[in-house]
């Protein structure tokens, strides 16, 4: 692979305007891939999105609600494009059903990240990638800048969503990130407010009530007299769950939903932690979504698997609980 600065990054972007060009991201995409992607591929006039396997229901509801259809981004690898732009992971394990198309595709590799870097085998993969930016939409909305392409509403408020939902409630953004959002917020012409209505779901009466009920009722662990982890069941949606266990006080959580035929689990950790403890939940989830014949993945602090097999969802869950002892039971 060849490593490039933003300058360069920018001449590519430029060389391959005219190609068709395939955009897609990490397996199980979130708000911030799928944004990156969808505003990113305005700039090419033959381009198309294309996932390796689902974007969450969050993702989903969010592009709805923006007026931007899930169903055309396609789950199917594009055997017609010339380009491929990778955007918000900077491996190819990560990239489920794509990785060995993608290590066998001839064409050029565009990779756009803000992950620490990693080494892709290929003479064809340009990798940019820095740490100093808090999401892939952060450097996308750098990049149009510089291309002096054009932002309408609804895309300036796609990658505002992308930019906030990687943040960790704003913990890891810099100085850019709140000129970005200063000048996305301006584009679209709303406020911090307006953004966060579109960003949070705000289900039934019921369905929160479930919701409340499952932190409630989820079993509470303290881990090495450290860390407050509550796991447990959830009867709606375990992201949600997992996500109001952390502000509810929780430093780590893990919530699941069954069915007869998959289960679908969704972990969280309370940042800074990831730093302090080395761990990375992605990392872990993609390691352990074996146990249940899935997959799995996401960041240092929020990550999920999902797979067919119940059966194992314990075991996985005994063995998650063991990791974060010896994780929380070291000082670095």
Known sequence: ???IDFESLKFLMKENKDRKVALTFHSIGDTDSIASAIALSAYFPNSKVIMPDLITYNSTRIMRRLGFK???VRNAFEDSAETIILLDVNNLEDCGSFRYRLEEF????IVIDHHAPKDIQGDNFSVFNDEGYNSASSIVYKLLCSLKASLDKNTSLLLLAGIISDSADLKNSTSETFMQ????MAIAGTDYSTIMDYMQHVSDPQSRASTLNDVAKATTDIINDTALFLHGKAHAHANIAADMAIRAGADLALFYTETEKEVS???RLRS???KQYHIHLGLMMKSMAKM???TGGGHPCAAGAYGPATTNLSNLENVFIEEMRKKFGKAY
């Open 181 to 184: 959002m200063g000048e996305l």
């Open 272 to 274: 800074p932690l990831d």
């Open 1 to 3: 692979m060849k490593k």
């Open 265 to 267: 689990i969704s972990v």
């Open 70 to 72: 899930p169903e055309n």
């Open 292 to 294: 249940i014949n899935g």
């Open 106 to 109: 001839k064409g050029n590799v």
